[in-house]
């Protein structure tokens, strides 16, 4: 039975490495725009006077937009309906949200009046500029004809000017309309505005030709088609047809969210990434292969496998990869290796303890045995923690929005990827290389047989962690306080996305110093920006709310100043978004810790998942508390942070925890906690210090290389993890021991035990 569950193993191993190879090789990556470069603008509709923007006027909204990206000409866009009331548009290579934002944001009502006689003046009404004349207006009949009636429209080089038209064309019954228009207006004599048909967008006239001396009176322009002329260049002839063409918006929109990120950020961005990740893996498998030694290097076989799968999965199911994102798939490098270690410290154990010992003088002990005992005594460890983690990955999927929604993503497929590498394919060389007799006769080179350096000096030292508990909880509830000072002297710097306003980050040719760009903004007309200077060329402006005018005017202030100057990120959130948001945050950390308490309190006792969630709540106190004291922005990537963090605290405790339940049911009807808890302290000791260590590796390489962006992001899961290790032993233990003292589960009585007297257990 066992060679056959071996052999269905490799045959699933296969079969996923394979399908891995397919997709990794012939299925491209999706870069999202922070890093590809781009523009990200979401819109929300809001309801007009007679239409209420719910969804079905949201996706027809969407519909009109699509064709007026698609008339831009922008190569793959991407838009969707997210919500009831919003449009997310992403404009890959577009650099200058200006034009783009106008074009897709206005409302382009087209209608087609005519011509009632001249004014002097526009009042806004009826009485609208004449672009031919200037300083004279046009007073206009009520719309005979509005631009849902038209078919087409075209930008074309009129052959006889040498400029640029928009030729109409119409559909239906609005080809008959616009004949009797035009048929009227050409009635009026030679030079009487009245033969003038007035195209009015948007509450301004683009153009109102006069009839040729060609169109007969009555008749019209026959045929459904027309003309718009005004003196276009190219660029405005193709932004009207756009306009035209996509018709109305059913429902005004706003922007409530914009971002572009330029390609060299992005470039970078993806290349200190790529340099972590290589990095934090070598540090990773050389610790793993020097600790576990021949284990340890199938294991690193597997971890490299590991990444090829879950970067397969993230191809194959067209996931879009961000850069909070590609930091997720590299802190699940780091955590791959965990249930590897789970399974091997096991495997030590079993070892240890005689298992697969052979009789006989000379004989090969089997290493097969404490082999399987490890993985099977190792899972529902392995299975419990990545639960933990899968419930902070979703919890982020379902509350985040752009970019860290990625990180959700890739970090579920990267807790999926890796139990499969960690329980299939490690399994698989494992168990091949344990049968080999080359090895078996040297069972010292599979790194069963040694305890392990950690394992040793706690064996020596027997440590009593238990015997000071209430030291340990008064410790961790000063350091707690202390995060909470923080919190409340100095504050959280929040960021645009939790506020609203503008951060622009800017590149200029010379390198400016802090009081001369913020001289140059203020010139500009912001004297209360925040104005920020980095290493080399970076300037970074940080504003309340800025229109896409006015952040031109700071670019070029900034240009003058630093002989020239580009935007290199700029990101917009509208303070309703900002609050909408603020509110996710705190209901996702809300929930997070409410799904990690039922889930604990159904794999274990309530009393152990009230410690594991109070440790948690800690770490998280202790991680927003540093960040408030150093001053560092609390944005949507540290919310991602945190929500890892939560998902690392519970994953680590569950691990003890589970020892400890072991231990427990091992002990008898009286356990004596303290000394079961210092026992199931010592006893995964050495996989919290190994499973710590590749996750440092990880996030120093991210924190060291991976720039601006990731720094803040490295720093938050580098506090976490530590807080992490500390509080499963200094916080969950003690606690856990303090309330199975104080509320024991109640004794069951053995099966078939008989009752006497009161009922006592016989």
């Known amino acids: 039975m066992s060679s056959r569950a071996t052999a269905w193993r490799a045959l699933f191993a296969l079969a996923v490495v394979a399908v891995s190879l397919f997709f990794a090789f012939h299925a491209p990556a999706r870069l999202g725009l922070d890093l590809r470069g781009g523009t990200r603008i979401v819109l929300e509709t809001q309801d007009s006077p007679t239409v209420r923007a719910d969804a079905a006027a949201t996706d027809r909204a969407l519909e009109v937009l699509r064709q007026r990206v698609d008339a831009l000409g922008v190569a793959e866009p991407t838009l969707a309906r997210s919500g009831e009331r919003r449009i997310v548009v992403e404009l890959p290579g577009v650099r200058d949200p200006r034009e783009a934002a106008a074009l897709i944001g ?23 500029a004449d672009p031919d004349t200037p300083g004279r207006a046009l007073r206009l009949a009520p719309a005979a004809l509005t631009g849902d009636g038209v078919k087409g429209a075209d930008a074309v080089i009129d052959e006889r000017t040498g400029g ?4 109409l064309s119409f559909r239906g019954k609005a080809g008959e309309q616009w004949a009797r228009i035009t048929g009227e207006a050409a009635c009026a004599p030679q030079g009487d505005p009245k033969r003038r048909v007035a195209i009015v967008l948007d509450g301004r006239i683009v153009s109102a ?7 007969p009176c009555g008749a019209g322009i026959p045929g459904g088609s027309g003309q718009i002329t005004g003196g276009f260049d190219a660029a405005a002839a193709k932004e009207l047809a756009a306009l035209v063409e996509g018709g109305a918006l059913p429902v005004p929109v706003t922007t409530v969210e914009q971002s572009t990120v330029g390609p060299t950020l992005g470039a970078d961005a993806i290349r200190a990434s790529a340099q972590a990740a290589l990095i934090g893996l070598v540090c990773t498998a050389v610790f793993v292969m020097v600790v576990y030694r021949l284990l340890g290097a199938l294991a690193t076989v597997a971890l490299a496998l590991y990444g090829l799968i879950a970067y397969a999965c993230v191809v194959a199911l067209g996931a879009t990869l961000t850069l909070p994102g590609l930091a997720g798939f590299v802190l699940a490098v780091g955590m791959a290796v965990d249930a590897n270690v789970l399974v091997f410290e096991r495997a030590r154990e079993e070892y240890a303890n005689g298992g697969g010992r052979s009789k006989g003088a000379g004989a090969v002990r089997d290493l097969r045995r404490p082999l399987r005992t490890g993985f099977a005594k190792a899972f529902s460890a392995v299975a419990d923690s990545n639960v933990t983690t899968l419930l902070a990955a979703g919890l982020l999927f379902f509350f985040a929005t752009g970019p860290v929604k990625g990180f959700g993503v890739t970090l579920a497929i990267g807790v999926v990827a890796s139990m499969v590498s960690a329980l299939v394919i490690t399994r698989v060389l494992a168990e091949w290389a344990v049968r080999r007799r080359f090895v078996a006769r040297r069972p010292g080179l599979t790194g069963m047989a040694s305890t392990g350096r950690v394992r040793a000096w706690l064996a020596r030292r027997r440590p009593r962690l238990m015997r000071r508990r209430r030291l340990w909880l008064g410790l961790c509830a000063g350091l707690v306080l202390c995060a909470l000072a923080g919190i409340g002297v100095r504050g959280l710097e929040l960021g645009v996305e939790f506020t609203g306003g503008r951060v622009v980050e800017y590149t200029t040719a010379r390198t400016l110093d802090a009081d001369t760009a913020r001289a140059a903004v203020s010139e500009a007309g912001f004297p209360r920006a925040v104005v920020q200077t980095s290493d080399g060329d970076g300037v970074t402006v940080r504003t309340g709310d800025l229109s896409n005018d006015e952040q031109e005017r700071i670019r070029a202030a900034l240009a003058a100043a630093g002989n020239s100057a580009s935007v290199e990120r700029d990101e917009l959130i509208g303070p309703s978004l900002g609050s909408e948001l603020r509110t996710k945050a705190l209901i996702a950390l809300g929930v997070a810790v409410a799904a990690q308490l039922v889930y604990l309190s159904v794999r ?48 680590d405790t569950v691990v003890v925890f589970d020892r400890l ?34 996750a440092l590796f990880v996030l120093l390489a991210l924190a060291v290389l991976g720039g601006d962006s990731l720094t803040d992001f490295s720093i938050a899961l580098l506090a976490g993890v530590v807080a992490g290790i500390a509080s499963s032993v200094f916080t969950a233990m003690p606690l856990a021991v303090v309330l199975e003292t104080r509320h024991p589960a109640p004794v069951r009585p053995a099966r078939g035990a008989a009752r006497k007297g009161t009922g006592a257990v016989v």
């Not at 206005?106 to 609208?128: C, E, I, M, W, Y």
């Not at 640029?164 to 030729?167: L, S, T």
């Not at 004291?629 to 890892?644: E, I």
Request: aromatic share 8%; hydrophobic share 50%.
């Open 164 to 167: 640029w038209r928009v030729d």
């Open 604 to 651: 274990f006792r309530w009393t152990f998942a009230a410690a594991a969630v109070t440790a948690m709540v800690q770490d998280v106190l202790l991680v927003v508390g540093l960040f408030a004291w150093l001053g560092r922005p609390v944005d949507s990537v540290f919310l991602a942070a945190l929500l890892t963090v939560i998902g690392y605290s519970v994953n």
């Open 661 to 694: 339940r072991e231990l427990r049911r091992a002990a008898g009807r009286s356990p004596v906690w303290p000394e079961l808890a210092d026992r199931a302290v010592v006893q995964t000791m050495p996989r919290t210090v190994n499973t710590g260590m590749g």
């Open 106 to 128: 206005r409302t382009a009502q087209l209608s087609f009046h005519p011509v009632l006689g001249q004014a002097a003046a526009p009042d806004g009404k009826n009485v609208l």
């Open 209 to 215: 030709p006069g009839m040729q001396t060609g169109v």
